[in-house]
C-alpha cells in the first residue's frame, strides 16, 4: 500500500513538474507515429492530402518522378506532414498529409491552458493588480547630483592618492607625466 501511495505521488510531483507539455508531447509524438504508419503503408485517404507548388529554378535541367520526403510544418492553424516530392522543369511538387490528431492535441492543450488559468476575477480588476503591481515594483529614477563642493568629496574619497592626480587639469604631455619627482 505504501509502495502504491509512493508511485502516485510521484507520478503527481512529475506532472506538477513537466506539466500539461508532458501530456501535449505525448499525444503529438503518437499522432507523428500514426501519420508516419499511414504514409509508409499508404493507407492515408487522399482527400486529406494538399500538394505545393513551389517554383525553383535550378542552372541545370532536371526532372524525377515523385520521392519520399520527410518533415511537418503548421500553417493556418492546420498541421501538415511531408509526403513526397518531385522536381518538374521549374516547379518543385510536394505532397502533404493533414495531421489532424496533431491538431486535436493542439486543441487540448490549448483548452488544458486555458481552464487553468484563472479567469475568475473581474478585468478590471486584473488591471488595477497590474497598475499596482507595476507601482510597486518599478524602480524609482533619481539622480545622482555632485555638489559644488564636490573636489573637497572627491579628496577625502581619495585622502592616500597623490595630490597632482586630483589636479582636474591635464597637460597633455609625451611621455606620460613622473609622479615620484
Not at 68 to 91: I, M, P
Not at 102 to 118: E, F, M, T
Amino acid at each position: 500500500m505504501k509502495q502504491l501511495a509512493a508511485i502516485f505521488l510521484v507520478f503527481v510531483f512529475l506532472f506538477n513538474v513537466i506539466g500539461y507539455y508532458g501530456i501535449y508531447a505525448g499525444m503529438v509524438r503518437q499522432a507523428n507515429k500514426k501519420a508516419e504508419l499511414a504514409i509508409e503503408n499508404s493507407t492515408y485517404d487522399p482527400s486529406e492530402t494538399v500538394t505545393l507548388k513551389i517554383p525553383l529554378t535550378l542552372p541545370y535541367p532536371f526532372e524525377n518522378g515523385f520521392e519520399r520526403a520527410s518533415g511537418d510544418f503548421e500553417y493556418g492553424g492546420e498541421f501538415y506532414k511531408l509526403v513526397q516530392q518531385k522536381y518538374e522543369r521549374d516547379t518543385v511538387y510536394i505532397v502533404c498529409l493533414r495531421n489532424s490528431d496533431h491538431k486535436k492535441a493542439a486543441n487540448i492543450l490549448s483548452d488544458l491552458v486555458k481552464q487553468s488559468a484563472d479567469h475568475s476575477s473581474v478585468p478590471s480588476q486584473n488591471a488595477k493588480t497590474i497598475a499596482g503591481f507595476l507601482k510597486d515594483y518599478n524602480p524609482a529614477t533619481a539622480e545622482i547630483q555632485i555638489p559644488v563642493s564636490g573636489e573637497t568629496a572627491i579628496g577625502l574619497a581619495c585622502a592616500s592618492a597623490h595630490p597632482k592626480i586630483l589636479n582636474r587639469t591635464y597637460p597633455v604631455l609625451t611621455p606620460p607625466p613622473n609622479f615620484n619627482s
